[in-house]
């Protein structure tokens, strides 16, 4: 089944891609190519192999509640591209809605 | 906007269906997937790392605590607990989270299939829960440029991730028909039931006014005796206790009148507005799928063994539940006097009272009584009045001393209530004690007796039901300090009657 163009655009939209009609046509002939790829393992793949989103077969690895040194706020704002009264200044949030 | 529906003729018309979102902010130490701080109220960006502001190279670690505490409170919340279970990726653009994802749990809940009984004017309604999950709370945000902080017309926003990877909590219920016009009291009764586990479990501070427990309220009507339920909606920002009520009852009145005027209610979220009662159209949120939730790569699966889930289980305190009941039993009252205490928010108060040594008669008087009237004036809860259980233990010890008797110990109450001290020092300065100086009494007496010499005259008679004019007498003369029982024995033993 091809992926649409409209699929494609909407995908764009959530990840905040801005794409041209030629990059939608490109993208969507691409990712058809990915999808026709993975789907073939579902050929392959029988009822009694569960879905794996794990490749090591671990469980459980967690930590003891205890608090670790943090950042400083210097630190933590250095890569941000504004800062602002020691918080991460951020664009205007709503208004970006098609 | 269309006019609402008094809400009395909204129910005659429609049925109510309920359905409460309920966040609670656990109370570790650190936060969910990293060893950074959790106070609350630090200066901004103070309490990050590079894992909770999702800086590359970084990895989240679970919480070993948080874990256990929302296996503690599913458990208390009578959930399955999933022997397997992943936490997943939740994508979207908001820069509330600095990752561009938050960290949650999908469609493999670590909490199932559990409810909760509440009680609202006698009646039990047990409140399905259709799930609880772990995720991490998001940071904070002021919005600059705009009208009073508003998100909408704000020029740019300010962000401060200090909030950003505290373990959250969210527990769904399932929906809830058949409250009826008691909707917005099971909504309240609900939440104030949970607020009282988790603080029994220990694993919140639950303060809904600090953010630690919010809860969104989704309320949808439709005509009675209809098969399908209607459209819900919303409502967010919902931040006390009382506004849940009113968000829920506000819901059903405003939905009333959508119908009514020939309209159809919109799936939409809502903001409550604490200051009318009312609530605003929000923001359309991105569909379920919009999401692109997956497994959470960098997470490996959970998987709590039957073992530790029963070790959880044997560890559990009393709950809220067996506590009333128990408390009911040890106090000897009726539901519904239960029922006045608990809504009065006075079952920690009167506990505390009795176990310093006060009888729960008395304690249960003093808190319902005197104290809960002055909390109602002051919109407050009792806990947040000026005055403590030792204080009322000790009032009621005066009064069982025969120090004070019942209209003075309401001016010793008052007293403490607007700041003069202890119960002693209010009596001290206000000077405040039962006259039971026999000597001072026996002239007030004489006088009382002196200046209503026809009313003697009958007691001694024989109408000895006409000594309650005297007493009256001889205790407006003492301004109230005498003890009645005392002056009453005493005129008749003047007058030489006996009783």
């Given at each position: ?59 459980n ?13 210097e ?24 | ?10 129910l ?10 309920v ?9 969910m ?107 904070k ?66 303060k ?11 309320v949808?009507?439709?005509?009675r ?38 309209g ?24 379920a ?30 709950l ?15 539901d ?58 000790a ?50 007496v ?23 004019a ?22 008749l ?7």
């Amino acid at each position: 089944m091809a992926i649409t163009r409209d699929e494609v655009a909407h995908l764009a939209r959530l990840a905040r891609l801005d794409l041209d009609e030629a990059e939608l046509a490109q993208m969507a002939g691409q990712l058809d190519a990915i999808l026709g790829a993975v789907a073939r393992v579902s050929e392959v793949a029988s009822d009694d192999v569960p879905p794996t989103s794990h490749a090591v077969p671990l469980t459980n690895v967690l930590r003891e509640d205890v608090v670790a040194p943090c950042l400083t706020p210097e630190q933590a704002l250095s890569g941000a591209p504004a800062a602002q009264d020691g918080r991460f200044r951020v664009p205007r949030i709503l208004g970006e809605e098609p | 906007m269309t006019a609402l529906v008094p809400y009395e003729q909204a129910l005659e018309a429609y049925e109510p269906v309920i359905g409460l979102e309920v966040h609670v902010e656990l109370g570790t130490n650190s936060k969910m997937f990293c060893g950074c701080p959790t106070e609350f109220g630090a200066e901004p960006n103070t309490q990050v790392c590079p894992t909770c502001l999702g800086l590359p190279g970084s990895l989240p670690v679970a919480n070993k605590k948080a874990i256990e505490s929302i296996i503690r409170l599913g458990l208390a919340l009578n959930c399955s607990i999933a022997p397997w279970c992943r936490f997943a990726r939740k994508n979207y653009f908001y820069p509330d989270m600095p990752k561009d994802f938050q960290i949650s749990q999908y469609d493999e809940p670590i909490c199932v299939e559990g409810y909760l009984d509440v009680e609202v004017e006698g009646k039990t309604y047990r409140i399905g829960i259709e799930r609880v999950h772990l995720e991490e709370d998001t940071g904070k945000s002021l919005h600059v440029g705009g009208a009073t902080g508003r998100i909408h017309g704000a020029s740019h926003s300010l962000v401060d991730y200090n909030r950003a990877g505290i373990p959250l909590v969210e527990v769904v219920t399932k929906p809830v028909p058949g409250t009826g016009a008691l909707a917005p009291e099971v909504a309240k009764a609900y939440v104030t039931e949970l607020r009282d586990i988790c603080k029994t479990l220990g694993i919140s501070d639950v303060k809904m006014e600090q953010g630690s427990l919010r809860c969104d309220a989704n309320v949808s009507i439709a005509p009675r005796g209809a098969t399908e339920w209607g459209t819900r909606s919303e409502t967010k920002n919902v931040n006390s206790l009382r506004s849940v009520e009113r968000a829920v009852r506000h819901e059903i009145s405003r939905q009333a009148g959508v119908l009514d005027a020939g309209g159809r209610v919109v799936q939409e979220t809502r903001h409550f507005q604490e200051d009318s009662g009312t609530t605003v159209s929000g923001r359309s949120k991105e569909t379920a799928e919009d999401y692109r939730y997956f497994p959470e790569p960098d997470l490996v699966p959970l998987a709590p063994s039957a073992d530790w889930i029963e070790e959880l289980r044997a560890a559990l305190p009393e709950l809220p539940t067996a506590r009333r009941r128990r408390l009911q039993g040890d106090w000897d009252l009726t539901d519904l006097d239960m029922e006045a205490l608990i809504n009065a928010g006075a079952l920690d108060s009167v506990e505390e009272t009795v176990a310093a040594g006060a009888s729960a008669e008395a304690a249960r008087k003093w808190w319902l009584g005197e104290i809960a009237r002055r909390a109602n004036e002051d919109g407050v809860e009792v806990s947040a009045l000026p005055i403590t259980p030792a204080d009322v233990a000790a009032v009621v010890a005066l009064v069982d001393a025969g120090s004070l008797n019942d209209k003075l110990a309401r001016q010793v109450i008052e007293g403490v209530l607007a700041g003069e001290g202890t119960p002693e020092q209010v009596v001290a300065s206000r000077g405040l004690a039962v006259v039971s100086d026999t000597g001072a009494l026996g002239t007030a007496v004489d006088a009382a007796i002196a200046a209503n010499e026809g009313i003697a005259e009958k007691i001694r008679g024989g109408k000895v039901q006409a000594v309650g004019a005297l007493v009256g007498a001889v205790m407006k003369e003492t301004r109230g300090q005498a003890d009645a029982a005392t002056v009453k024995a005493l005129i008749l033993e003047k007058l030489g009657v006996s009783e």
